[in-house]
């Protein structure tokens, strides 16, 4: 545009002054080629992928496998793969541009915590700063436990130097919607953390049982993530695959599900009705009835089927509703026969759930305290359960 309004200027000055004309194209050519450069550099990509890796912990030799096959598996020259890695081996907080021959270190912080939320949120915003796009994805890579609170023994997301990050402060931070989040992080397809996400993505991809340190193989799904519409059911597919090819039946051990977060809305609504006014008694004996989806003592999980749960809660009620919208919500899921050769999986809708546990003593007191502020407890009906 600029160059068309200056033209005829050029023109009638190279009319007056020819022995200038070709310096004058010279000009000319060089500043459109600087227009030109200048607009390819600040034009969107199709896709940004960004990976959160907060790994100061025990799993930060699986941290550097990971980028190394995330490096591997990286070929889409249309798209951005930027990872955030808080490496304690190499004392490093990096955030790093993968590309398919060596990674290109974009910044460094100095003193930072990676589950400090408002460090998650710098984060994002310097690398979304760095490379806008028309769309981004979201890999959050760490330990988990479902929405248990962060001042728990147990991790919500994390932990770094002993301290981890809540779902609800992780939310708050997320600086755009994202067309995925995927979780490498144990217990993390709950239903409870899937609603308090709903408004930052439209699709997630979890586990609702543990994950193996060794986590996603990225090297197989990087390329389809990169993909401008990527199917989500093959990173499903290549994360079963994974695991259940294994030899051992230690190691073949999977679940995954493909979460759609514009449906959960409904799903609370229909499970409050399912609910009802019904009356909730359930010991805590009655938890080894239900789906589990946790390796440690039935006593202490928070991760049960959650259509399993609800129905043998509530075996008077009419499932057939909550059933069809779980379709609607879980486009897909994988589960192997087995996990850790501990339990077997009978019962799985792709959803976890926490069984709302009355007891008044440490620590399902501060448990349901904090379970009670979540939005799906209020959304689902779930609050009900606790009286």
């Given at each position: 545009m600029i160059f068309k309004c200056l033209k005829p200027y050029f023109q009638r000055l190279s009319s007056i002054l020819s022995i200038m004309g070709?310096?004058?194209?010279?000009?000319?050519?060089?500043?459109?080629?600087?227009?030109?450069?200048?607009?390819?550099?600040?034009?969107?990509?199709?896709?940004?992928?960004?990976?959160?890796?907060?790994?100061?912990d025990i799993l930060s030799k699986d941290a550097?496998?990971?980028?190394?096959?995330?490096?591997?598996?990286?070929?889409?020259?249309?798209?951005?793969?930027?990872?955030?890695?808080?490496?304690?081996?190499?004392?490093?907080?990096?955030?790093?541009?993968?590309?398919g021959s060596s990674n290109t270190i974009l910044k460094t912080y100095t003193e930072s915590n990676?589950?400090?939320?408002?460090?998650?949120?710098?984060?994002?915003?310097?690398?979304?700063?760095?490379?806008?796009?028309?769309?981004?994805?979201?890999?959050?890579?760490?330990?988990?436990?479902?929405?248990?609170?962060?001042?728990?023994?147990?991790?919500?997301?994390?932990?770094?130097?002993?301290?981890?990050?809540?779902?609800?402060?992780m939310t708050a931070e997320l600086p755009v919607r994202f067309d995925f989040i995927l979780i490498d992080a144990c217990l993390m397809g709950s239903v409870e953390v899937a609603y308090?996400?709903?408004?930052?993505?439209?699709?997630?991809?979890?586990?609702?049982?543990?994950?193996?340190?060794t986590g996603f193989p990225y090297k197989q799904i990087i390329p389809e993530l990169l993909q401008n519409e990527p199917n989500l059911s093959k990173i499903v597919d290549e994360y079963f695959n994974y695991y259940n090819q294994k030899k051992n039946d230690y190691d073949k051990s999977a679940t995954v599900s493909l979460i759609s977060t514009h449906e959960l809305e409904n799903l609370a609504a229909i499970t409050r009705q399912m609910i009802g006014n019904r009356t909730f008694n359930f010991s805590s004996s009655d938890h080894n009835l239900v789906q589990r989806l946790e390796f440690l003592d039935t006593q202490y999980i928070s991760s049960f089927d959650?259509?399993?749960?609800?129905?043998?809660?509530?075996?008077?009620?009419?499932?057939?509703?909550?059933?069809?919208?779980?379709?609607k919500t879980v486009l897909y899921k994988k589960h192997t026969l087995r996990f850790f050769d501990e339990y077997e999986i009978i019962k799985f809708c792709g959803l976890s759930s926490y069984i709302p546990n009355p007891n008044k003593t440490w620590p399902w007191n501060d448990w349901n305290t904090y379970y009670k502020q979540l939005e799906w407890c209020q959304a689902s009906g779930f609050d009900r359960l606790f009286k």
């Open positions: 070709h310096l004058l194209f010279d000009i000319t050519f060089c500043f459109i080629l600087f227009v030109s450069c200048s607009k390819e550099k600040d034009d969107p990509v199709d896709r940004t992928i960004i990976v959160y890796m907060a790994a100061d550097t496998k990971n980028l190394k096959a995330m490096q591997d598996g990286y070929k889409e020259k249309g798209a951005n793969l930027v990872v955030f890695i808080d490496d304690p081996a190499n004392n490093s907080r990096q955030i790093q541009r993968i590309g990676s589950v400090y939320a408002d460090q998650l949120g710098k984060v994002l915003n310097d690398v979304i700063s760095m490379y806008p796009s028309k769309s981004y994805g979201l890999i959050l890579w760490s330990h988990g436990s479902s929405w248990l609170p962060a001042s728990m023994q147990k991790k919500a997301f994390g932990p770094d130097e002993n301290r981890k990050m809540n779902i609800s402060d308090e996400l709903r408004n930052h993505t439209d699709y997630i991809i979890a586990s609702p049982a543990e994950i193996f340190s959650f259509l399993d749960f609800l129905e043998k809660a509530f075996p008077d009620a009419d499932s057939e509703p909550l059933k069809a919208q779980l379709d």
